[in-house]
């Protein structure tokens, strides 16, 4: 019973935190409800379990609880409460959930990344066709029907499926891969689609350095497949209206040109104000005082009080400046190493989450880095520390002796041997 509870925590902490389970409303006020309030809970568990964490998440647990108890002190010398405002210190305490995510699925029992894949094909299919969401999508950015932060979701399956294809070679297995990048890419989060070309590009290179057992890439049948599709594919985009496809292919431009783009030129205006005042406060950042002043850039949709700044980067150099995206970056480049420096050659698992979490960095450069996010750079510290199964060699001892020899049975290792 108490490994089901930590299954269930487990799946909160990796899809609860996004809209993809509220049906893709990013607003549900259940979802606002969750996200605050795992952030609360991962702050307690710095402390409940701290003696479980692996040597550089108990440092990382000492900097957070320190800069989450300076937060309150400062909220009651500047403010006279000790929680000014819960929006500074939960978005300080987001990484946290790295951290409590890495102890849960310790207990979790075994882990197989193929079932979040089937939760996240799950939840796609019911919000986009059972609820009617991609009917509505006309193949522009303002008709998008999934958020940034759940079409990443989608870079899991695609390298998980790249996987596959290095390790059994099948065609199948690379249409699968080709299919989940061009939803990606048909989905139009420009973030999304620069972050799996870096994932799927990382897992080729892990694989021409040697650490995957799978082997290089086969260049010869990928390219030769991937020109077949193109042939097919190019009827059918005859077959679409021009301007959509036009529109499509402009918005699929902005990559490369973000001050031609509408969204993109927005999201650069914003980062270079908010890069020119991070000089006024470069160690600990705002705070609070960026908290009253408010988001600068107009729309009636935002508060009057803090920031919706689009880059992770930019949203932690001027909210808590230099130290707190060091402990971001800690957690994430600390989990990197771990998987990779623990690890001769890396299974299947080790390699999809780094490639993942590699491709999170590409993210955050134009938008902040969802909760789930965190959640999933703890699994992957859980898999730089799970070694994979060592199959047990058995021995048989003949049925009658040969002359010479002893009868007596072999006396078998208490533990597998390696092999």
Not at 11 to 20: D, E, K, N, T, Y
Not at 360 to 368: E, K, W
Not at 376 to 401: C, D, L, R
């Amino acid at each position: 019973m108490i490994i089901w509870l930590y299954r269930f925590i487990l799946f909160v902490l990796l899809f609860g935190m996004s809209a993809l389970i509220y049906g893709g409303n990013a607003l549900n006020p259940i979802f606002d409800k969750a996200v605050s309030g795992t952030a609360l809970v991962g702050i307690v568990s710095l402390v409940i379990f701290y003696p479980q964490f692996p040597p550089l998440y108990k440092w990382v647990a000492w900097f957070l609880f320190l800069g989450v108890i300076g937060l309150v002190l400062e909220s009651k010398y500047e403010y006279g409460q000790y929680v000014y405002s819960y929006f500074v210190i939960k978005r300080f305490a987001y990484c946290g959930l790295a951290l409590m995510t890495y102890v849960i699925a310790t207990r979790a029992g075994e882990l197989k990344l193929e079932y979040a894949i089937y939760v996240i094909f799950a939840f796609y299919v019911i919000n986009q066709l059972f609820l009617g969401q991609i009917f509505s999508y006309n193949l522009t950015s303002d008709t998008r029907t999934v958020t940034s932060n759940e079409a990443l979701y989608l870079v899991i399956p695609c390298l998980y499926y790249l996987m596959i294809y290095l390790k059994d070679r099948r065609i199948v297995d690379l249409f699968k891969v080709l299919l989940t990048f061009g939803l990606i890419v048909f989905l139009l989060h420009r973030s999304v689609i620069s972050a799996a070309i870096v994932g799927i590009a990382v897992v080729i290179g892990l694989s021409l350095v040697g650490k995957l057992s799978t082997g290089e890439l086969p260049m010869g049948r990928t390219l030769a497949t991937f020109t077949v599709l193109l042939l097919l594919l190019a009827p059918v985009m005859g077959m679409l209206p021009g301007n959509k496809v036009d529109a499509f292919l402009e918005n699929i431009g902005g990559i490369l040109d973000p001050k031609e783009d509408n969204t993109g030129s927005w999201r650069l205006e914003q980062s270079e104000y908010y890069l020119g005042l991070i000089p006024d406060k470069p160690m600990l950042g705002w705070r609070y005082e960026g908290y009253d002043k408010g988001e600068i850039m107009e729309n009636e949709d935002f508060p009057t009080k803090g920031t919706i700044i689009h880059s992770q980067y930019i949203d932690m150099l001027y909210n808590y400046g230099a130290v707190g995206l060091s402990i971001n970056l800690l957690i994430i480049f600390g989990t990197l190493l771990t998987i990779y420096h623990r690890n001769p050659t890396l299974t299947t698992e080790q390699t999809v989450l780094f490639g993942f979490i590699v491709s999170g960095l590409i993210y955050a450069v134009s938008y902040q880095l969802p909760v789930f996010f965190w959640g999933f750079v703890g699994v992957g510290m859980y898999y730089a520390f799970k070694s994979p199964e060592v199959p047990v060699i058995t021995y048989n001892p003949p049925q009658h002796a040969q002359p010479g020899l002893s009868s007596r049975p072999a006396v078998l290792p208490k533990k597998p041997l390696s092999i």
